[in-house]
């Protein structure tokens, strides 16, 4: 990790900086009931979309029989866009 207060302190002699800029990867995440959720798994990986779906569901309370049903044809879009 890049501590911002060493750098600017090792540039204080320096003529002229312009800007310190940072690129900062960040996982993929998504707001799901008013958090927001990462969209990778435990370790790192990005979660199948069947999974996100899930989340969204539970989120959403939505209904366990609705939820079953929901996920039930999102399989089957799901495996037919692999093909």
Do not use: C, N
Not at 23 to 51: F, I, Y
């Amino acid at each position: 990790m890049i501590k911002e207060k060493e750098v600017r302190k090792s540039l204080g002699e320096a003529f002229l900086v312009a800007s310190i800029s940072k690129d900062v990867e960040r996982a993929p995440r998504l707001r799901l009931g008013g958090r927001w959720v990462s969209l990778r798994d435990s370790g790192g990986e990005e979660m199948p979309p069947q999974e996100v779906l899930e989340r969204y569901l539970e989120a959403k309370r939505v209904p366990p029989e609705r939820a079953r049903v929901l996920l039930t044809h999102a399989r089957k879009i799901i495996e037919e866009e692999q093909r």
